[in-house]
């Protein structure tokens, strides 16, 4: 009941703040974050997501909406990036008649040696062999499409203040107008073009890695074919099916291309929250798991990784502990990590013989105090 009352309160202090709104665009997000609070009601963002004005207003209502929606501001932040990388795309049929199809935004998250990652970028057969791979497993569906781009996008550019959802929702429209020129056999731009564009888009140069390790991801989308367009209520076992399908196709996927990947690592597609924080705990990771190896831990993997936010709330502290061995601390950004919790945290436990939770930072370093 207090959930209930709470969502109720939050959806009434929106509505009253649709009042005092300064724009259209304004009063658009904030009736969507009273339908969000009271209902769970989600897909009112994306009419004006589109709008010139959009990041500006959702800039200056950052703070009102964490405000007003509390602990479900988290939820609704990561909504808006989940419509932003939704569309439609209307495709002829061989009859000559249109259908309409969604599209959806799609990103691999990517970590490796620089130089490494953007020769793979580059490689126009190496881009083609990745578009192949995910439809063959099933990943994107074989009578479906996806196009990959020849880049890199940096994590940098995944932080939230970085890359509004506005500005996400311009790169699902650039990459739907490329697939929709892929359909209709027009030739894409050149790579140099591309990257032009997108860095324009996301103002983010792809190229740039931050160091001798890239953490990026490369960025397309695929053509969504519903199997259960059309019908209003779909059964949870169906549901539960597609998603025992999808995972099933994800590890086909790995076993039968990714890891085959040489000096580099290629995650399956996530939306853009995800692959955030996906890319948030890639940073931990690799120098957890190389700091083990050196002290003779086999495969990096430790029994126990500990984990609590600084002070300040601005970063993540992590160690790891394998018997009397114990390496850190290590930090990843929390704007990254809860931007999808889920994301991050499911990696940290796949990662681990389990995850210690602390309130303070204090006691994810004393393991480290007197280890081996």
Known sequence: MANRADRRASAKIARQSVKRAKSPTEGAILRAAAAFASEGATGQLRPCLSN?????????????????????????RAQAYAEAGLGTLRVAEAGGAEVELGTRLVLCPVV?????????????????????????????????????????????????????PGRVRALHEYLSDRLKDGLLRTPLPSPDAI????????????????????????VGIELVLDAFAGRTAVPED?????????????????????????????GAPLDW????????????????????RRRGVPDGR????????????????????????????????????????????????????????????GDVVAPLLGAA
């Open 52 to 76: 010139a004005d959009f990041d500006d207003a959702w800039t200056r209502l950052a703070d009102d909406l964490e405000d007003i929606l509390g602990e479900g501001y988290p939820d609704f």
């Open 112 to 164: 490796g040696p620089a130089d490494r990652v953007a020769a793979f970028a580059d490689d126009a057969g190496e881009i083609a062999r990745l578009e192949t791979s995910l439809r063959e497993a099933g990943v994107v569906p074989e009578d479906g499409r996806c196009l990959v781009l020849p880049l890199v996008v940096p994590i940098a550019a995944f932080m939230p203040d970085a890359s509004p």
């Open 195 to 218: 990257r032009v564009a997108v860095a324009e888009l996301l103002q983010a140069d792809p190229a740039a890695s931050g160091g001798d390790t890239a953490f990026g991801a490369l």
């Open 238 to 266: 169906e549901l539960d099916a597609e998603d025992l399908a999808s995972a099933a196709a994800v590890e086909s996927w790995y076993d039968s291309y990714a890891a085959d990947l040489a000096d580099m690592a290629i």
């Open 273 to 292: 929250p995800a692959c955030g924080a996906a890319l948030a705990w890639e940073t931990v990771r690799i120098p957890m798991e190389a700091a083990l």
């Open 302 to 361: 430790p029994e126990t990784i500990h984990c609590a936010a600084t002070a300040d709330g601005e970063r993540l502290v992590l160690s790891a502990v394998t018997g009397p061995i114990a390496v850190g601390p290590f930090s990843a950004s929390t704007d990254l990590a809860w931007f999808d919790a889920d994301e991050f945290f499911g990696r940290v436990e796949a990662n681990a013989d389990s995850l210690v939770e602390h309130d303070d930072e």
